[in-house]
């Protein structure tokens, strides 16, 4: 029995909330849900399972690591757990789901210190390493949506199985979807990436409440449109029209959710319109002239890896004008 002299007299100290609620964090859940009310009606309830999966591996991550240091969880948890689940696609079993959330908060987020400290949007970084790691289910286990009626709300899961999403089937024999399916998510492809429609409601609410950066968003999608009219009006046949591009596969729900990251975003106005060009021409770089069919993934993670230094260049190109405007002034 420890000595009284040396006990510790001091009150214990206030236990912190389970959950620090931020704002911003709380406005991007629920632009999710147009997103995530489209996964059920595609796909079945079994979506609303992968999103708790996700979500409670999530927070109890982040809770290993916060709970010494008496803080709570940050409600940024649920939006990495809630962006990864929507990326993934239907069939995903559960337990590679949770892996996937493993990695995105521990060596996505909680490696680089937490909240705020991320160099990667961290839902990218668990839905990469699922990408490489376990192909077959990432890449050709696809489910065919259900059509009419009240769709998936009244089924557990989409049992009908296609082949390939429209970026697979243009990969293989260069058909292009209607853009009706694709405006809509009448399509094969991951849980929340399938419907540009609810996608793009989701980004207004998220402008509405200044959120997320439109020149982000429009650059993404303005340097992924002018890049594959260019090669596309160049016979490129790799590269499909302008309006396939955008609606196709994951590049609108990653400019409105992913790359409007302000933590692993550029900040600068200038840098953001550098950094969301630069992910839509490498996303349509990608995938074209790689084996992936996708790409606006990896394509994000390199923009988050330059952000910082494209931010550092605007800076320093502002101040050196700066000083010559200064010289020019003193001059005169």
Known sequence: ????????????????????????????????????????YFFGLRALLVLAACCATGFLCEWLFVRRQGKPVTSAVFVTCVLLALTLPPRTPIWIAMIGAVVAVVFGKMAFGGFGANTFNPALVGRCFLYVNFPKHLTSDWAAPFAGGIGGFGAWSADAVTTA????????????????????????????????????????????????????????????????????????????????????????????????DPISAARTPPGMVIYGVLIGVLTVTIRAF??????????????????????????????????????????A
């Open 1 to 40: 029995m420890p000595d009284e002299k040396t006990q510790d007299t001091r009150p214990p100290a206030k236990r912190a909330k389970w959950i620090q609620w931020q704002k911003p964090m709380v406005t991007v859940l629920y632009a999710a849900v147009p997103p995530i009310l489209g996964a059920v």
């Open 165 to 260: 999403t429209p970026l697979d089937q243009f990969k293989a024999a260069g058909a292009v979807a209607p853009i009706r399916d694709l405006f809509l998510g009448n399509v094969g492809g991951s849980f929340g990436e399938t419907s540009a429609l609810l996608i793009l409601i989701g980004a207004a609410y998220l402008l509405y409440k200044k959120t997320a950066n439109w020149r982000i968003m429009l650059s993404v999608l303005a340097g992924a449109v002018i890049y594959s009219a260019i090669l596309h009006g160049a016979g490129v046949s790799r590269v499909p029209p302008p309006h396939f591009t955008v609606f196709a596969g994951g590049l609108m729900f990653g400019a409105v959710y992913m790359a409007t």
């Open 290 to 331: 790689s084996g992936f069919s996708g790409g606006v993934n990896f394509a994000i993670l390199l923009a988050n890896m330059l952000a910082p230094i494209t931010d550092y260049a605007v800076r320093a190109v502002k101040d050196k004008r700066k000083a010559a405007a200064a010289l020019k002034k003193e001059a």
